[in-house]
């Protein structure tokens, strides 16, 4: 059963900030981080409704009060637009640090021109959705009327948003002057959906037209025929909500890889990425890479087998011990170049064999190349010497493993 989770973080001037994390049934499918309009606040019932529909999708969502609004602390009066995109950054991090990366950005009006420009600042989000979004933060000027004139003459004014009281500095306007999004869409590179009523009194339809045209693809456009700019009917924000759930799930159901594990020097850690079936980091010596298994047998296919990996270990130790012996005997190589194949095959003359059982054993077979001005006798001598790599030693003695479940 969905529910519902207050918490609270620290935003971006210090103050803590008052959310709520709606939980769906079961394992999240995904995360995100819902950002309300302006002088709004996290229980409007668009954010309401939006984020506990997602939920019922299996989003987990945060929705939080921006600074001063709300439950949260902190003078509004002292914040604007690139304050309200540091606190929603603010947001997406604690998301991270106590759940999981958030993959959506989800605004309403502002709070969508928020997430466009907070997103090129998230480098795991997967998609960003906006709904009624201004084309340029300088559009919430057209709420304070008449008002403008005195902030600007004597620095401050009290202006009335919804019928509640706001007090604006000018230090507001200067700010949101400076933010143009569609600037910031051709550099983007995230999918966006634009959600949109035509019919928006409030934040007319043409801002959605220039943000589409300045956004770069994959963008797509929904419109909410009929919906106010509050979203104030039930099924407009139901509506909304499935939309950006189903609009949402081809970009972030694509499986996102776990951190990859520390290792102690010494030690080599291979641990599943949860990305995909077989796939694994491989971390040693501060290094990190990836094997895997091919999609032929059920993998990913991004990165090396197990055994092409033994292949590569024979083939770097063998290049190694080769370059070594030569610089020892200051023999002119310009370059080595080892190629290693690994097959099974049947062992009919193996001393270990049980008669009547069928037995295979691994071969590798190996090819040197090596570049440089050398007799028979020298590439002989090399030959002789690449059986004596270390690898080349362990692979041909006894081996023991020892295995124990920590």
Request: with cysteine; charged share 25%; aromatic share 6%.
């Amino acid at each position: 059963m969905a529910r519902t989770e207050r918490v609270e973080f620290t935003g971006s001037q210090g103050d803590r900030l008052a959310a709520r994390m709606e939980w769906p049934a079961g394992t999240p499918r995904a995360y995100a981080v819902f950002a309300h309009c302006f002088s709004c606040s996290k229980d409007i019932f668009a954010a309401n409704r939006i984020a506990r529909q997602l939920a019922a999708h299996g989003y987990a969502v945060l929705r939080f009060d921006f600074t001063g609004l709300g439950h949260s602390e902190g003078d509004f009066a002292n914040t604007n637009f690139s304050s309200n995109v540091e606190d929603l950054l603010a947001a997406a991090r604690f998301v991270e640090s106590e759940y999981a990366p958030p993959d959506l950005l989800i605004g309403h009006s502002l709070g969508g021109a928020a997430v466009i420009a907070a997103a090129s600042a998230l480098p795991g989000i997967r998609a960003v959705a906006t709904l009624g979004a201004p084309s340029d933060a300088a559009h919430v000027a057209h709420q304070f009327g008449d008002s403008i004139d005195k902030i600007e003459d004597e620095g401050i004014a009290e202006v009335s948003l919804g019928g509640r009281p706001f007090t604006i500095k000018r230090q507001f306007l200067e700010d949101i002057q400076g933010h143009t999004l569609e600037d910031t869409l051709a550099n983007l590179r995230k999918p966006l959906l634009i959600a949109h009523s035509p019919t928006d009194a409030t934040v007319g339809i043409d801002n959605a037209s220039r943000l589409f045209l300045a956004a770069k693809h994959p963008k797509s456009f929904v419109s909410l025929d009929g919906a106010d700019h509050l979203l104030t009917r039930e099924e407009d924000a139901v509506f909304a909500a499935d939309i950006i759930a189903s609009w949402a799930q081809k970009y972030v159901d694509a499986p996102r890889r776990r951190p990859a594990p520390k290792a102690k020097p010494g030690v080599v850690i291979v641990s599943e990425t949860g990305a995909g079936k077989y796939e694994n980091w491989i971390v040693a010596n501060g290094h990190v890479s990836l094997a895997g298994e091919p999609p032929s047998v059920g993998g990913t296919g991004n990165g090396p087998t197990p055994y092409d990996l033994l292949s590569a270990s024979l083939g770097a130790c063998t290049s190694m011990t080769l370059r070594m012996y030569a610089d020892r005997k200051a023999w002119p190589i310009d370059d080595i170049l080892v190629e290693v194949t690994h097959a099974k095959d049947h062992a009919a003359d193996c001393e270990a064999c049980v008669e009547g059982q069928d037995v295979k054993v691994d071969i590798f077979e190996r090819t040197i190349r090596v570049k440089g001005a050398l007799d028979e006798e020298q590439r002989g001598r090399l030959l002789e010497i690449a059986d004596k790599c270390p690898v080349h030693k362990s692979l041909h003695s006894p081996v023991v493993v020892r295995t124990r479940l920590a």
